[in-house]
């Protein structure tokens, strides 16, 4: 192994480095979640984090590349529990928020997004239960998506106050404009079925199968030739990146007018004591 060539890996082993450390601390960040984000078990980021010395280490060693690469191939995002994918952004949380917060808790969320947009290998979104709000945006994020009939898919922001403006914004990118206004004004979440019927899920199986279903479709994307796969997901980032960095520009310009009017504060504040007293 040449020096050249070792400077080449370590700089490749850097940006998977960064992308493992982002999805980390977004894993962390958003465990009000549940656990949002188990990347195939939490285990996958920190290997992920540690790839750029792991990877040097066993070249130098001479262990055969491909070893590392069927580790590293692939990305099942799912939830830590088997309750639900995600409910969405803590109410209590947002409730304490004030429009300082708002630049901050977006740019963050942006990035954490940003993280999942970013990686080369192809990502599938394992989806059961209730996938709203911020989770559900992670997931329309991910290359395909498997689901279960009953699970509870959409976007419910508008009723706690926030305006549906990323959502609505990555929406648009899967949707037609009249099935993309309903589910943003309305904010009910609609079945799994349904989803899949509007084109939000690739895949619907029962529930008990999903997951088995996510990782079949992640080992198949990850039988396919590697550098044709890296360039297309390249490709498609190109295509969307512009919108992509406006969502950031629209969410911090709008949210903050929403936390302004106080809504978001009263409505997530009685919201959240109704779901105590279940």
């Given at each position: 192994?040449?020096?050249?060539?070792?400077?080449?890996?370590?700089?490749?082993?850097?940006?998977?480095?960064?992308?493992?450390?982002?999805?980390?601390?977004?894993?962390?960040a958003?465990?009000?979640?549940?656990?949002?984000?188990?990347?195939?078990?939490?285990?996958?980021?920190?290997?992920?984090?540690?790839?750029?010395?792991?990877?040097?280490?066993?070249?130098?060693?001479?262990?055969?590349?491909?070893?590392?690469?069927?580790?590293?191939?692939?990305?099942?995002?799912t939830?830590?529990?088997?309750?639900?994918?995600?409910?969405?952004?803590?109410l209590?949380?947002?409730?304490?928020?004030?429009?300082?917060?708002?630049?901050?808790?977006?740019?963050?969320?942006?990035?954490?997004?940003?993280?999942?947009?970013?990686?080369?290998?192809?990502?599938?979104?394992?989806l059961?239960?209730?996938?709203?709000?911020?989770?559900?945006?992670?997931?329309?994020?991910?290359?395909?998506?498997?689901?279960?009939?009953?699970?509870?898919?959409?976007?419910?922001?508008?009723?706690?106050?926030?305006?549906?403006?990323?959502?609505?914004?990555?929406?648009?990118?899967?949707l037609?404009?009249?099935?993309?206004?309903?589910?943003?004004?309305?904010?009910?979440?609609?079945s799994?079925?349904?989803?899949?019927?509007?084109?939000?899920?690739?895949?619907?199986?029962?529930?008990?199968?999903?997951?088995?279903?996510?990782?079949?479709?992640?080992?198949?994307?990850?039988?396919?030739?590697?550098?044709?796969?890296?360039?297309?997901?390249?490709?498609?980032?190109?295509?969307?990146?512009?919108?992509?960095?406006?969502?950031l520009?629209?969410?911090?310009?709008?949210?903050r007018?929403?936390y302004?009017?106080g809504?978001?504060?009263?409505?997530?504040?009685?919201?959240?004591?109704?779901?105590?007293?279940?």
């Amino acid at each position: 192994m040449t020096v050249r060539a070792l400077a080449g890996l370590a700089a490749l082993n850097v940006a998977y480095a960064v992308v493992g450390l982002s999805l980390l601390w977004a894993a962390l960040a958003f465990r009000t979640w549940g656990g949002l984000l188990r990347l195939a078990g939490l285990g996958y980021l920190l290997g992920l984090a540690a790839f750029g010395v792991l990877w040097t280490a066993l070249l130098v060693a001479g262990v055969p590349f491909g070893v590392v690469v069927v580790v590293l191939s692939l990305v099942v995002l799912t939830a830590a529990g088997d309750r639900a994918f995600s409910a969405g952004q803590d109410l209590q949380e947002g409730a304490g928020y004030t429009i300082d917060d708002v630049d901050r808790w977006f740019t963050e969320m942006h990035a954490m997004h940003a993280s999942v947009r970013a990686l080369d290998k192809p990502s599938v979104a394992a989806l059961f239960g209730a996938v709203a709000g911020a989770g559900y945006q992670l997931a329309l994020y991910c290359d395909l998506r498997v689901a279960h009939p009953e699970a509870r898919i959409g976007q419910p922001e508008v009723k706690t106050g926030l305006g549906s403006i990323l959502g609505t914004s990555l929406m648009a990118w899967h949707l037609p404009f009249g099935i993309n206004a309903e589910l943003s004004l309305m904010g009910e979440l609609i079945s799994g079925e349904r989803a899949y019927q509007l084109g939000l899920v690739n895949q619907i199986v029962p529930r008990d199968q999903v997951f088995p279903k996510a990782m079949e479709l992640a080992r198949a994307l990850a039988e396919r030739p590697p550098h044709a796969i890296k360039i297309t997901k390249e490709r498609m980032r190109e295509l969307t990146q512009p919108q992509f960095d406006e969502f950031l520009v629209a969410v911090k310009k709008y949210q903050r007018r929403a936390y302004e009017s106080g809504e978001p504060q009263r409505l997530m504040s009685e919201l959240a004591q109704k779901m105590k007293k279940r």
